[in-house]
């Protein structure tokens, strides 16, 4: 898969699932396996979910114009690989602390993978064997 269609699909995802969950907090709680009804805390952190990810697919979508500087869109996608690693850490470390290992646990921390995996694979590969020292 090209770069370029990599970051294609980390946009459509991330703008997704982050409107997704600002708009309907109920479905996201019940595609997460979360018991209804939501508490209204429980709604808001997965609206504060949603929000960063739609922030970070709006931040992608506009490094991605032609009138952008160079580093942008290596530092939009730096900014989404911690935020994606740091989901993965924290989701791992939930599910070993907690004695419910079921698989709706897992959807998370996987999603977060997945985010890594493109936006890894989104990054433009520049030749630095050529620049002088």
């Known amino acids: 898969m090209q770069a370029a269609q990599c970051r ?5 995802g991330r703008a997704a699932v982050g409107w ?4 309907a907090p109920n479905l996201v709680g019940r595609a997460w396996r979360i018991q209804p009804p939501l508490d209204s805390n429980v709604k808001y952190a997965i609206r504060l979910f949603g929000a960063r ?9 506009q490094a991605e114009r032609s009138d952008a500087a160079a580093d942008e869109l290596e530092e939009v996608l730096r900014q989404g690989l911690a ?6 850490l924290f989701g791992l470390a939930y599910r070993r602390a907690t004695p419910n290992k079921s698989f709706a646990t897992a959807i998370p921390v996987m999603a977060s993978m997945l985010g890594l995996v493109l936006g890894f694979f989104g990054r433009e590969q520049h030749d630095t064997a050529g620049k002088a020292e």
């Open 20 to 23: 997704l969950s600002v708009l």
């Open 83 to 88: 935020v994606d690693a740091f989901d993965v």
């Open 53 to 61: 990810n739609a922030l970070l697919a709006y931040q992608l979508y």
């Open 8 to 12: 294609k699909l980390l946009v459509s």
